[in-house]
């Protein structure tokens, strides 16, 4: 119940993570897992490293499902993160929003991921035959976390125009 | 003043080091004012510094703007734009 947040270099099962969501007041449950991708703008990517910055990040996560808990009325939002190094094809984040009704999970699961996306401190290096590359933060990402505000307050996000 | 620095990330490597226990002259009482001081430092902190843009700041592990105002002990950090998901 409530808010639950892990940062943890080991692998995750989500279907371990979804079990332990059910709830009498969970009617639906919704998740995300994001993988690490095997190329990045042409490049063969063998593995991601994941750093973090201790004590900070807990708190931005802790804070980032709060938020959606309160907004949408959840039963928990849960979030689990991975550091240190992610072979291609690995599970790097699992984020998940149960409720009573199926439309507040499907958007707190997406508020989750657009929100930690760019707001806990997280880095990732793309690792391969021909070296380290940091990744760029991409100017999409915030503009997602964007459309997040001055929303209704349930419901999908505003894809442009509207009020 | 004495505070503690972290770096990550691209700056941690441009630097050598994650951390560090900097004794500050009390002309340096802000965020922005620590920034100009780094770059004051010479290389690697005044390469690092005016090269990595943008460079975000937190105190007290909270992301700030470069007018907020340092305190004996205080924890900063330096950082690119952060990536994770």
Known sequence: MGVHVRIQESDFDPGAEIEAMRSPTAGAVVSFVGQARGSSGGRMVASLFLEHYPGMTEAALERIGA?????????????????????????????????????????ACAFLVDHLKTDAPFWKQERGVDGAHWVEARGEDEAARDRWRDRARDGEPERGGGQ | MKIRVLYFARLREALGT????????????????????????????????????????????????????????????????????
């Open chain 1, 67 to 107: 938020q959606a808990v309160a907004r949408w009325g959840l039963a928990e939002a849960r979030i689990v993160h991975r550091v240190g190094e992610v072979p291609a094809g690995g599970r790097i984040v699992f984020a998940a929003a149960s409720s009573a009704h199926r439309a507040q999970a499907f958007a």
């Open chain 2, 18 to 85: 994650g951390r560090e226990e900097i004794e500050l002259p009390a002309s340096v009482a802000t965020l922005g004012e620590l920034r100009a001081w780094m770059i004051g430092r010479g290389d690697p902190w005044a390469k690092a510094f005016s090269t990595i843009r943008p460079l975000r700041a937190a105190l007290a592990q909270k992301v700030c703007d470069d007018d907020a105002r340092l305190r004996e002990g205080a924890e900063v950090a330096f950082f690119p734009p952060v990536t994770g998901g």
